[in-house]
């Protein structure tokens, strides 16, 4: 069956620092990765998605992710970091192009001034 | 603002009630997706349809139901509700059957008393 880990459920950063949110999956197949964020009384909304092309993915607002077959992994970086980036980040996964999608815990960042 | 539609924004209710929660997807939108998010289950995968038909089962209880209607609209029904029922319903949207970019709506947030 999928999983999805997500590592830390909080993380706090420095305004203009670096951004790693990280995401282990675990899958018997090339999987379908995504990242989406929440904003506060927000729905979610898509961050960037890998399905098997490139393995350096880049999305919205200075975002991007590497897929690591080897590591079994889709973390989500940024290399600086601003107030508006404040929000819960949920990495999902599914093994399907039709079928169950799963969602991590989620991590909320929290960025400093 | 994703284009995808939920009513009501809120719903407060009694333990053993029967609710309907109504998803409209974006415009041209054949796939809606339903998903409930909770403190203690996080972000979980209910159902998948794909224009009128049912696609994809996930951790949906029995006393739930859904269905979507010809217009492409979907509706959620959630009967004999329990405390443990109370969440935020979202509903997402996506132009196709495959997995993709999935547009998500504002949410219904129940709350079971």
């Known amino acids: 069956a999928q999983s999805v880990t997500q590592l830390g459920s909080h993380v706090s950063v420095s305004e203009g620092a670096l951004v790693l949110l990280r995401c282990n999956y675990s899958?018997?197949?090339?999987?379908?990765l995504f990242w989406y964020v929440q904003y506060p009384n927000q729905g979610l909304q898509l961050l960037l998605k890998?399905?098997?092309?490139?393995?350096l993915v880049k999305g919205i607002n200075g975002f991007e992710a590497e897929f690591k077959k080897s590591e079994t992994s889709f973390h989500l970086t940024k290399p600086s970091a601003h107030m508006s980036d404040a929000a819960e980040y949920f990495c999902a996964v599914s093994d399907h192009p039709v079928g169950q999608f799963y969602f991590g815990t989620g991590t909320s960042l929290t960025v400093i001034p | 603002d994703s284009g995808v539609t939920q009513t009501p924004k809120h719903l407060i209710t009694a333990t053993g009630q029967r609710v309907t929660l109504r998803c409209s997807p974006r415009?041209?939108?054949?796939?809606v997706y339903w998903y409930q998010q909770s403190l203690d289950q996080g972000l979980q995968f209910l159902i998948h349809y794909y224009n009128g038909e049912e696609r994809a089962k996930g951790n949906i209880l029995e006393r739930f139901s859904a269905q979507q209607f010809p217009d492409l609209h979907s509706e959620l029904n959630l009967s004999s509700l329990e405390l443990g029922d109370s969440a935020l319903y979202f509903c997402a949207s996506s132009p196709r059957l495959n997995i993709d970019t999935q547009y998500f709506g504002p949410g219904t947030r129940l709350t079971v008393l």
């Open positions: 890998y399905t098997s092309a490139a393995t």
């Open positions: 415009s041209g939108d054949l796939s």
């Open positions: 899958s018997s197949v090339p999987p379908y």
